[in-house]
Structure formats: C-alpha cells, structure tokens
T-cell receptor
Framework: NAGVTQTPKFRILKIGQSMTLQCAQD?????MYWYRQDPGMGLKLIYY???????DKGEVPNGYNVSRSTTEDFPLRLELAAPSQTSVYFC??????????FGPGTRLTVL | EDKVVQSPLSLVVHEGDTVTLNCSYE??????LLWYKQEKKAPTFLFML????IEKKSGRLSSILDKKELFSILNITATQTGDSAVYLC??????????FGAGTILRVKS
C-alpha cells in the first residue's frame, strides 16, 4: 500500500495563476480531507469529503475548490493564487471519522 | 469558537529526561482526542482517547484524558533524540472535523 500520496512536493506560483494539488489514497477510505499548515500554526481544515460525490467546506475554504469523483482521488484546486495561500498543504484520509492518515504534503509558495 | 490549546509551545530537554506535554480544549461536541507526531513531513498517529482516566501506552509514550477538566497530557519517558518533533493534539467532534492545536516543539539534546 502506498497510503496517501500527494503531488507535487513543491510548487512556486505567481499571483493569479491556478493549479491543482493532487491527492490519492489506496486504502479504500471513504473520508478524505485537505488541510493547510502555516508556520507555527496547527492544521486548518479546508475541505473534506465523506465519500465519492460528496464534499463540504471546512474552516478555511475561501479561494479553494475540490471534487471527489472517485473514492481514491481528492484534488484541491486553487483558481487565483494569492500570497496568503503560501503554505504547506496536507491531504489525509480515514476509515472512520477519527484516526486520519496523512500524505507527505505539498509546499506551495505564491509570489 | 472551538479551540485546542497546547503548552508549552516549545521545550528543550536532554536525553533521558521525562517530558509532559499538555493539551486543553473547548469544543462543542467532543468525540475523541488524538495525538500526532510530526517530524518535518506528515503527522503520524500516536494515540486516540475517548474515555476519561484510561491511560494509553506505547513504549515510552503514554497519554491520558480528563473529560471533566477538558485536557489531556502526553508523557514521554527516557527521551531520545529521535523523539525530537512537533507533537500535535487534535480533538474530533461529532461530524467530520478534527480541530488541531498549534503543536509543541520538542527538542531532545544528546
């Protein structure tokens, strides 16, 4: 099992550019999550999904979009990148609502 | 607003010391409390606690929850340099959210 995988590992964007952060899991987990982690801060929930076709907003959804067409994949879309979106992004999945397994993260810089 | 507060923010100890990390919380619909260890990359799961007063142990690490006083502690005995990491506390609510604290940075010096 690869667990939770994320691509890319690093990315630099210019203000106003768009990109998609990819996340996939091979554990057949129904629950998937996107977090961002700013320096010295805990993880903030952006969006989550309880199953294919179902997504919902977390604590900090503005500027992001998600889709969940399959159980395995949960991409995060940034439409108009802003410097405030500079962060490390973690995708996670879980079988139940509690213990979550995290991917290795994507470090995004918006200049 | 739901919040999870960890203390101390950081600490430095010597190998062999015992450390206690604290996590207090205020959430609307408490379901569980989880501890994660984060070394440079992704957080890795340590413990999940749902009942007061029942200690969970894994090697040199142990944790306990007090649902009356709304806090949990994570103990690490006989610390090693490999214990150096950020320790995150998260509270699971009824629903699908985990609310994370800011973390405690632990550095173990040899």
């Amino acid at each position: 099992n690869a667990g939770v995988t994320q691509t890319p590992k690093f990315r630099i964007l210019k203000i106003g550019q768009s990109m998609t952060l990819q996340c996939a899991q091979d554990m057949n987990h129904n629950y998937m999550y996107w977090y961002r982690q700013d320096p010295g801060m805990g993880l903030k929930l952006i969006y989550y999904s309880v199953g294919a076709g179902i997504t919902d907003k977390g604590e900090v959804p503005n500027g992001y979009n998600v889709s969940r067409s399959t159980t395995e994949d949960f991409p995060l879309r940034l439409e108009l990148a802003a410097p405030s979106q500079t962060s490390v992004y973690f995708c996670a999945s879980s079988k139940t609502r509690d213990e979550q397994f995290f991917g290795p993260g994507t470090r995004l810089t918006v200049l | 607003e739901d919040k999870v507060v960890q203390s101390p923010l950081s600490l430095v100890v010597h190998e062999g010391d015992t450390v206690t990390l604290n996590c207090s919380y205020e959430v609307t619909n408490f379901r569980s409390l989880l501890w994660y260890k984060q070394e440079k990359k992704a957080p890795t799961f340590l413990f999940m606690l749902t009942s007061s007063g029942i200690e969970k142990k894994s090697g040199r690490l142990s944790s306990i929850l007090d649902k009356k006083e709304l806090f949990s502690i994570l103990n690490i005995t006989a610390t090693q340099t490999g214990d150096s990491a950020v320790y995150l506390c998260a509270v699971g609510e009824y629903g699908n959210k985990l609310v994370f604290g800011a973390g405690t940075i632990l550095r173990v010096k040899s």
